[in-house]
């Protein structure tokens, strides 16, 4: 009984106790400041949730990534992967990662979609000029299996591209 009242207050005060009530608290952020573009991208997200028998959806702070591009434009990633479905989990991802949508602004306002798809992960490498981007993606796209994940960049641009498996 002393042991286990000693375990409770170490995990409490090294954080663990009520950690899974801080994972189901609502996360939230206002999509209404992103363009239009953006905001679409965002509502599929909702749609999706809404055609799976979703209850609700909750974006991750982090869900929206501005990125400075040539020429003073913005490029916006926007990743699903934290997105909460309410009552309908593994709405956006799979085995082959989660969605991951890259947009680009063109000038004049307008804003293209260059690159639509699910990724396992992806990280922004160091350097200047247009981002490089490297994505982790299933081993299918290297010509192998799920495991391990096949690594792929590209420059992000204004022109949309997209991974293929070999055949």
Known sequence: MILRLLLVTFMAAAGFV????????PL???????????????????????????????????????????KGRAGYIVNFNEIKCEGRGGVYCGTGGCD?????????????????????DYEILPGRGAPIIRFA??????????????FKSHVITERPFKFNMPR
């Not at 899974?20 to 608290?25: M, P």
């Open 137 to 150: 993606l299933h081993g299918a796209y290297c010509g192998g299996h799920g495991v391990p994940s096949c």
């Open 18 to 25: 009520g950690a899974e009530a801080e994972d189901t608290a």
């Open 100 to 120: 991951l949508d890259i947009l680009v602004e063109l000038g004049g306002g307008r804003i293209r979609t260059v690159f639509s798809d699910r990724v396992r």
């Open 28 to 70: 939230s952020v206002d999509i209404s400041g992103h363009p239009g573009a953006v905001q679409k991208s965002l509502q599929r997200a909702i749609a999706e949730c809404n055609n799976e028998g979703g209850e609700g959806v909750t974006f991750a702070p982090n869900t929206v990534r501005v990125l400075n591009l040539a």
